[in-house]
């Protein structure tokens, strides 16, 4: 695995390759954002990207968080000069309101494209919006970037316009099983009868199901599997099955709503077992904050671990940079600010379409399609931020992301800790 706090590009020999040329013209996204660059003159006409993201409702706390991670980049794009194989044209990003709901962001996108003729779109939010409408990009021949969707079900809908860049489900799925089997084997847990609860959307469904294929034929049992479906607001039926069962272990994918209330439903009835979170909800700053201190103390030490797409804990130079830039704008993060992992991957979206429109020198949606395709940015270069890629960021023409790897946090304290991989590790696992 490559060293986080390692940067640098990879040499290709045989000479430059298209896919160089796309990182060596991307390399100076994060530098150029933090001044290292003097701005050129800008042409008059913005390239236009949209965002389509829920930013009221349920899950409005997602884009709360990633939109002032996509007007920083903005920011930092324009300031050092925009798109300069575009004669410095600026970036200009228009927002739609979809509230995770697939027909409101099918809805949003059409006014998108046909009124304010966007060349790219940073979306769709969820599982279910890129499965049943991830097509739509194909239709308008504009890419699709999100920052959001896990599910391994969109790479089967024949969409070569829509990808995602998150840790999919697959990722999270793998990683933990591979952070259960740790911790036993390792670390001494001895955990081997798995409690599964889980949302049941294509999201939750998607993740839970290859983790119980790759529990299959090993040593442990899936004592209990629980699909729920949202809204829900009472855990403590789901929590009593999980108790009865007889479970040594629990895993979930679920979104940090529905964790906060499972934590508190599973402290109502003081039913405490090492928890192996397997979503971004497990691994929120806001959760010691959103289940009150005493809360907190009590559940978040049965323990509780889960998978980290972004955090500050991560020594992972451009990530620390463009972090250190948020906290001069005056962005502050945990309980009491923005979530640091959406803010960051709101961001990543913007920048990769920066490095994308430099190489592609063309505002045409089909040419910047045909460039992210081909793209490759390496591990530690500063306009890869999120630190889950080694040995850097591609993908397959299905939208598959590919080279991912996942970190795990344990709350020790009601703190973050870094536990696992071992070679990152700023703590050691307490069980």
């Not at 324009?78 to 228009?94: D, H, T, W």
């Not at 439903?265 to 904050?289: I, N």
Request: charged letters at 20%; one cysteine or more.
């Amino acid at each position: 695995m490559t060293d986080y706090r390692k940067s640098g590009w990879r040499h290709h020999a045989g000479g430059i390759t298209r896919r160089a040329v796309l990182a060596g013209s991307a390399s100076g996204v994060a530098a150029a954002a933090l001044g290292f660059r003097p701005a050129a003159a800008q042409s008059s006409e913005p390239v236009k990207i949209g965002f389509v993201f829920p930013f009221t409702g349920r899950l409005a706390s997602y884009g709360e968080s990633a939109g002032p991670g996509v007007d920083l980049a903005m920011k930092m794009i324009n300031e050092s000069g925009g798109i300069q194989s575009l004669g410095g044209a600026p970036i200009e990003v228009f927002r739609g309101d979809d509230q995770g709901d697939a027909k409101l962001a099918s809805s949003e996108i059409e006014r998108l494209v046909t009124r304010e003729k966007i060349s790219g779109l940073i979306g769709v939010f969820s599982s279910t919006e890129a499965v049943s409408i991830g097509t739509l990009a194909d239709q308008y021949e504009i890419p699709f970037l999100s920052p959001s969707w896990t599910t391994a079900k969109a790479f089967t809908i024949g969409s070569t316009y829509s990808r995602t860049f998150n840790l999919t489900g697959e990722s999270f799925a793998t990683g933990g099983v591979s952070m259960l089997k740790y911790l036993n084997e390792e670390k001494g847990m001895n955990a081997k009868k798995v409690g599964l609860i889980y949302d049941g959307s294509e999201y939750g469904r998607g993740v839970t199901d290859i983790i119980k294929e790759n529990l299959k034929g090993t040593e442990y049992t899936v004592v209990e599997d629980i699909p729920y479906t949202t809204p829900i607001t009472d855990f403590v039926p789901q929590v009593l099955r999980l108790r009865n069962s007889g479970a040594e272990v629990l895993m979930s994918a679920q979104y940090f709503q529905e964790t906060v209330l499972l934590l508190r439903a599973m402290d109502s009835l003081d039913y405490r077992v090492p928890f192996v979170g397997c979503a971004s909800g497990f691994s929120d700053t806001r959760l010691p904050g959103s289940l009150g201190s005493a809360i907190a103390e009590r559940t978040l030490g049965a323990p509780v671990f889960g998978p980290v797409a972004v955090s500050d804990l991560v020594l992972y130079n451009p990530l620390q940079t463009f972090l250190d830039r948020a906290r001069a704008e005056g962005h502050t993060f945990g309980s009491d600010g923005l979530d640091v992992n959406w803010f960051v991957l709101g961001a990543q979206a913007l920048f990769i379409y920066k490095a994308a429109l430099e190489a592609a020198a063309s505002r045409d949606g089909k040419d910047i399609n045909d460039t992210l395709l081909s793209t490759q940015i390496p591990r530690g270069s500063d306009e890869l931020i999120v630190p889950f890629y080694d040995p850097g960021l591609a993908w397959e023409e299905t939208g598959r992301p590919l080279n991912q790897v996942v970190p795990y946090i344990q709350w020790q304290d009601t703190e973050m800790k870094m536990v696992y991989p071992p070679d990152i590790a700023a703590a050691e696992v307490k069980l």
